[in-house]
């Protein structure tokens, strides 16, 4: 079982959006970790390509990562969710909202795409059809039918969860692993539900509570990999401490060479003038953790909770704040403990935090 025979017990956490390369992957591999690539926002072509790049570069098993649509999520949604018509009038005005900063960047608010499937069916397929070691998935739970063709295809699967509620889901539906995502952690939040507010609580409190749940439910064989935050040995040891298989780490990757980490990201990844970080929807519409910017503290309470419209709406301006090298409209996602991340390559990375 690949996820059990992680030689240094450190995973490269999949970064949508450019960070995860095949070559921040296959160095990860070839350091004895499993690097995951990120299919979010990829169409199925550019991750048939990525994909590729890994076998070129290794010969090492590795995963891909995709994000679950709502119209394929098992997991029961709480009610009260932004939906309808007043869904599509949060968007209009949230989208009206930003026209200002978009002109300062000489574009526009992109157009919401209500529905998107983020090309969900045909990426399943691929990783069928290439028969890559693991599949995670983030924002939901996948159906049995898909979970089943999975297992037949000898593929292991991992679900991010982020409270011992997902994590109860997770195991009936009889995955292989668990990320267990704390709050800690940079980038998106993986809550199942996109209504939900994830678990507030240290990393480690909640890997001893799901690793309790999960022996109590007859799956003490399920592979956990805690992510969020960990950003040193110690924090390491201490969320295997309390039962983790293995680490998962991303913000610590950001400014390794092999990361696609744009220029203005990794500077202002190293600005002191940048504080703290902070969880907002105002880049996708889901909660994410990211360096605190003045764009986040003006349009955090703005930002209604519609994944992916709201997504699409920022695209242009981020990719015209990044291209002007001006991280003022860039997602800077990062978690708690990026003051420790170093440009250094991602084989020294993974040793610093190995078993």
């Keep these: 079982m690949t996820l059990r025979t992680i030689d240094t017990g450190v995973v490269a ?11 921040l992957v296959a160095a990860v591999g070839e350091a ?30 590795f995963g891909v990562n995709l994000f679950v649509p709502d119209t394929a999520n098992r997991y029961a949604v709480r009610p009260g969710g932004l939906t309808g018509a007043a869904r599509a009038a949060a968007v209009v005005a949230y989208r009206e909202a930003l026209l200002d900063d978009a002109a300062a960047f000489g574009t526009e608010p992109g157009q919401p795409r209500p529905g998107d499937t983020d090309d969900w069916e045909r990426k399943l ?3 069928v059809r290439e028969h890559v070691a693991a599949v995670s998935f983030t924002f939901g739970l996948p159906s049995a039918a898909v979970l089943g063709e999975l297992r037949r295809a000898g593929i292991e699967t991992v679900v991010t969860v982020t ?5 109860r889901a997770a195991l ?5 692993g668990l990320c267990v995502q704390g709050a800690e952690a940079g980038g998106h939040r993986g809550t199942l539900d996109p209504t939900a507010l994830p678990d507030g609580g240290d990393l480690v409190d909640l890997v001893q509570r799901v690793r309790r749940v999960a022996s109590e439910a007859g799956r003490a064989d399920v592979v956990i990999l805690a992510a969020g935050g960990i950003a040193t040995r110690d924090r390491a040891e201490a969320v295997r401490a309390a039962g983790a298989d293995a680490v998962q ?13 744009g220029l203005a ?4 990844l190293g600005d002191p003038a940048y504080a703290s970080t902070t969880v ?14 003045d764009f986040v503290r003006r349009h955090d309470d703005l930002a209604p909770p519609a994944y992916p419209e709201v997504h699409h709406v920022t695209v242009p301006m981020r990719r015209a704040s990044a291209l002007a090298d001006q991280p003022d409209l860039v997602a800077l996602w990062a978690g708690t403990g990026w003051r420790s991340a170093r440009p250094v390559p991602a084989a020294t990375v993974v040793s610093g935090l190995a078993v």
Excluded: K
Excluded at 13 to 23: L, R, V
Excluded at 36 to 61: C, H, I, K, M, N
């Design 280 to 293: 907002t929807r105002a880049f996708s519409g889901r909660l994410g953790r990211c360096l605190e910017t």
């Design 125 to 127: 397929d691929l990783v």
């Design 249 to 261: 780490v991303g913000t610590a990757l950001l400014l390794t060479p092999e990361a696609g980490t």
């Design 172 to 176: 009936e539906a009889g995955v292989d």
């Design 32 to 61: 004895g970790g499993l690097g995951f690539l990120a299919g979010g926002y990829l169409t199925s072509e550019q991750l048939a390509a990525q994909v590729a790049g890994v076998w070129d570069l290794s010969s090492r098993p």
């Design 265 to 268: 990201y990794r500077r202002a």
């Design 163 to 167: 409270d011992v509620d997902e994590a």
């Design 13 to 23: 956490a999949p970064m949508a959006g450019g960070p995860s390369t095949p070559d």
